[in-house]
């Protein structure tokens, strides 16, 4: 996987964060059977835009779903564990799963609070 500077602005915030590109078989796994403390982040880039659904079964930590279209955002989710369908409202190309770790506790605490953010 490559990695892959992403930004995006929320709430007058500019956040940026290196995500791992997921193409082929990598992308049908995203964070699934991943252990907390290896997790990375990862970015998931679709050649137009769409509302492809995302679960987060055998995913066994709560991670942060971002939804962009180009830098302009449109869904941000905490994705709890065993979820058989999530997606936004709103059509999007590019998805950051960030996961609720120690690696990503700046990044996460600027998006959902810190009261928000357990590890």
């Not at 490559?2 to 997921?22: G, H, M, P, T």
């Not at 995203?30 to 995302?54: S, V």
Request: glycine fraction near 6%; hydrophobic fraction near 40%; charged fraction near 35%.
């Amino acid at each position: 996987m490559k990695q892959k500077r992403v930004s995006f602005i929320y709430k007058k915030k500019k956040i940026s964060l290196n995500a791992f590109e997921c193409v082929g078989n990598e992308r049908m796994r995203g964070l699934t059977f991943r252990r907390r403390k290896n997790a990375r982040a990862l970015l998931f880039e679709f050649d137009e835009l769409c509302r492809e659904p995302i679960h987060s079964i055998f995913v066994f930590f709560p991670f942060v779903g971002v939804w962009l279209d180009g830098k302009r955002l449109v869904g941000i989710k905490i994705v709890k564990s065993f979820l058989p369908f999530i997606r936004p409202k709103r059509p999007f190309d590019r998805l950051i799963e960030i996961p609720l770790s120690d690696k990503y506790k700046k990044e996460v605490a600027l998006i959902v609070g810190k009261e928000r953010f357990k590890n």
